[in-house]
């Protein structure tokens, strides 16, 4: 990863940003509290992949057509955040691979 990288990286991740700091006060709780609990359970995918800009997307529109958070997503946050990645890989899965992955037969 080069210089240019970094710089293009942190340029969309402020962007990022920006539209979260966009929505409503209540929109922007729920999503912290989602970017929270993702970035603990930890999707492979998460930094790089469309599932936080989604979110983002998903939360604008839902702003836009007049609908509170509660009244979008459901009172457990956790739940519907859970729904979202329920397919996705996670860190833990990738570990629990290589735990059960036998002594001396690495595939790299």
């Known amino acids: 990863m080069g210089i240019r990288d970094?710089?293009?990286?942190?340029?969309?991740?402020?962007a990022h940003v920006a539209r979260v700091k966009?929505?409503?006060p209540d929109y922007q709780i729920v999503y912290q509290e989602m970017q929270k609990y993702l970035f603990k359970v930890g999707p492979?995918?998460?930094?790089?992949?469309?599932?936080?800009?989604?979110?983002?997307d998903f939360f604008a529109e839902?702003?836009?057509?007049g609908k509170g958070v509660v009244e979008?997503?459901?009172t457990d946050v956790a739940a519907f955040t859970d729904?979202?990645?329920?397919d996705s890989p996670t860190y833990?899965?990738?570990?629990?691979?290589?735990?059960?992955?036998?002594?001396?037969?690495?595939d790299k």
């Not at 970094?6 to 402020?14: D, F, L, S, V």
């Not at 492979?44 to 983002?56: F, Q, T």
């Not at 839902?62 to 057509?65: C, Q, T």
């Not at 833990?92 to 690495?106: H, I, M, R, V």
């Open 6 to 14: 970094i710089i293009e990286g942190k340029k969309q991740w402020r």
């Open 72 to 74: 979008l997503i459901g």
């Open 22 to 24: 966009s929505l409503p």
């Open 83 to 86: 729904d979202l990645i329920k």
């Open 62 to 65: 839902g702003a836009a057509a």
């Open 92 to 106: 833990a899965d990738a570990y629990q691979e290589s735990l059960s992955e036998k002594p001396g037969t690495n």
């Open 44 to 56: 492979i995918d998460l930094v790089d992949g469309p599932l936080l800009p989604g979110i983002v």
